[in-house]
């Protein structure tokens, strides 16, 4: 029997991760390999709806990946993977992001492009292997592609995803805009969850020279509702810093209608939060004007402030 290789996101899944490892999954059958479709970990409210709207079963979870073979999408870097990735055969990585850490003993298909998301990425891999997109699959990576722009209105977004999005929109047989909103309101819903497990719910870790810190976003159309939260939110994240020994834990709040973020800010290192954001946080809180894209507007300047 054939050992299967698993095609899997990164931990805290978002849309665009459970989405990817679907559609690529699919694409990868269709050309002869084993492949499975996995995730690191519980889906969210959004991709509920989206599997429930297309009627999908969710990827397979992968509790342990030591000893396995791996297609990465969505993250290339160690701190994101499934546990036991390190102990892994990555064999693929087709991601968006930064290149991070992972390194293979041999060379690999490794797609890195700097565009809205890796269901944009995928539909080139599908042209490229002229494998026809269905219904189904275009519709799982319409909905990865809308989710990680935020309807196309991030600054991550490029025309590539502008087409891409119109295209598979049309085969999936839905109007992108409307749809899109769907997915905004589900999106929003941060149920009843503790503040720890909102804080948590999409969250990254990353390496900046020596020191560990942890990134999480909320994306929302009523920011209030985490906001009013504050001191409890802040307390589960100081937590959390000291649990992992963060030198900092930001979580940006996302308003998705007026397009910008407030920033909570735990651990000790909060003036290097400071220079790279240009921003002064008044009792560990902070505004951010115009700031949507974790990946593009604060990865970045923070990578360059911890040098």
Request: glycine share 6%; hydrophobic share 40%; aromatic share 6%.
């Amino acid at each position: 029997m054939t050992e299967p290789t698993y095609v899997v996101g990164h931990q805290q899944p978002d849309t665009d991760t459970i989405c990817s490892a679907l559609a690529y999954a699919r694409l990868k059958q269709e050309q002869g390999t084993a492949a499975v479709a996995a995730r690191a970990g519980d889906v969210n409210p959004e991709t509920e709806f989206v599997l429930d709207r297309w009627d999908v079963d969710a990827p397979e979870l992968l509790e342990d990946a030591a000893g396995e073979q791996l297609i990465l999408v969505d993250h290339n870097e160690y701190s994101q993977t499934v546990t036991g990735a390190r102990d892994a055969e990555v064999v693929e990585i087709v991601d968006h992001h930064r290149i991070g850490d992972v390194e293979t003993s041999s060379p690999i298909l490794f797609r890195n492009e700097p565009v809205g998301s890796t269901a944009t990425i995928l539909t080139q891999l599908f042209d490229d292997a002229d494998e026809t997109i269905t219904t189904q699959t275009a519709g799982l990576l319409l909905s990865g592609l809308l989710s990680d722009t935020v309807v196309l209105r991030s600054p991550t977004t490029t025309e590539r995803d502008r087409t891409v999005a119109a295209r598979l929109a049309e085969i999936a047989d839905v109007d992108y805009e409307s749809y899109g909103k769907e997915l905004l309101m589900h999106k929003s819903k941060i149920g009843e969850k503790s503040p720890r497990e909102m804080v948590l719910s999409d969250f990254k870790e990353f390496q900046f020279d020596s020191r560990k810190v942890g990134i999480g976003q909320i994306e929302t159309v009523e920011p209030s509702v985490v906001l009013d939260q504050r001191d409890a939110v802040l307390e589960a994240m100081e937590e959390i810093a000291t649990e992992r020994d963060y030198a900092v834990f930001l979580l940006l709040v996302t308003d998705l209608l007026e397009e910008d973020s407030t920033a909570l800010v735990a651990g000790p290192e909060i003036a290097t939060v400071e220079d790279g954001l240009d921003t002064m946080f008044s009792d560990r809180e902070a505004f951010l004007p115009g700031v949507m894209s974790r990946k593009k507007q604060v990865v970045p300047p923070l990578e360059d402030a911890f040098y």
